[in-house]
């Protein structure tokens, strides 16, 4: 055994005053990613920090939120904007906008149309005759979608479902009438977004007759139409003003767009947000432009407001023009087939009370008054 000399005690002593030694290579290395963590959480704090001080501190984050807040308004989760704007504005914001659209429908429409088909001219006997319909493609900021043109007003009729007790795609409109096109038309009582698509809001018209009215008190409803001489009907009307100005096809929404040749939505920030679109509108010479743009798909079309629908109309010549309904009863169909893509779950559309139809022979369309004898309390808008 070594024995315990002077030098041999005074290493024992150093070594046991020895400082602890620093965490080893395999400690450091776990704490490395644990580090990076905090690095990222503490640079997303202060960038959401600054995101939400320019959101709620500055004028152009406070457009951005307004806009957020009306497209969320016209969605099923409407209760949502008030996160972005608080419930005391959201509620303004609903009143005020409702109140516009009701004023827009005010000034009476004075446009005349002059229908091609009853113009004299020189053209050659041989010269190709002008299609019923014709489809362009559009695409803007944003948005993707399709202007329908129908040259000749007097070949569309109102389309309705065949059955009581649920609404009827599009698609199977046109293919069950023999229509060469269709496009969703008027509103309708959806609970919980998860309506059957069968009962109307306010009226619907075909062939000159009232098929069905909510009016109850009110004696006026904001209308979008065709009378029997092709002529655009939209605005504010009371169903006697109907009868007097001979309209023949009509469904109740708002607002007007267009009116004696002038648009109605000043700029962009009263478009009332982004969403898919349906509208109609004519020219002078009579043709009917109906216009969809899809929504609520990143990579493909996030939506339009209407103030783009607005100038997509005024672009092409519309003195009328009138938004119909959109979000997800956004659908054009021709030739059998849809063209655009509708935000609905199927894919397809949703079931709809209502759908403007193009025929080739209109006057030999039977389409039978599915609500005739039905008032809304007959009427379950949640039952399948």
Partial sequence: MAANTPQTQTQQRTKTNLPARGPNRQQRRRRRPFRAFLYVLTFFMLLSSVGLGWLFLTPSGTSLRYLAA????????RHWAKYMIGQEQLDRRVAEKLALEERMGDERDTHEIELQHEVET??????????????????????????MTVNDPTKIRLGVPSKAG???RVLSMVERTGAIAGV???????????????QPIGVVMTHGQ????????KTTTQIVGIDYEGRMVAGKYSLSEMQELGVREAVTFQPRLIVNGKGLIKSAKDGWGIAPRT??????????????????????????????????LLERGAVIGANLDGGSSSILVNDHQILNSPS????????????????ENPELVDMPNVWNGLGPGDIDASKW
């Fill in 279 to 312: 509208a109609m509108g004519q020219r002078e010479d009579g043709a009917i432009l109906f216009v969809v743009i899809d929504g609520r798909q990143p990579g493909h079309s996030i939506g339009a407001n209407l103030y783009d629908v607005q100038q997509i």
């Fill in 166 to 168: 649920r609404g009827e």
């Fill in 344 to 359: 609905s779950k199927s894919g397809e559309g949703r079931y709809l009370p209502t759908a403007f139809l193009v025929f």
């Fill in 122 to 147: 020189l053209s050659s006997p041989a010269e190709e005759e002008q299609p019923l319909v014709e489809i362009e493609s559009i695409e803007g900021t944003g948005y993707k979608g399709y202007v």
């Fill in 70 to 77: 009306d497209s969320i308004i016209i969605t099923q989760h």
């Fill in 184 to 198: 969703n038309a008027g509103g309708f009582s959806d609970p919980n977004w998860q309506g059957n698509g069968f």
């Fill in 210 to 217: 009232v098929y069905y009215s909510d009016l109850g008190n």
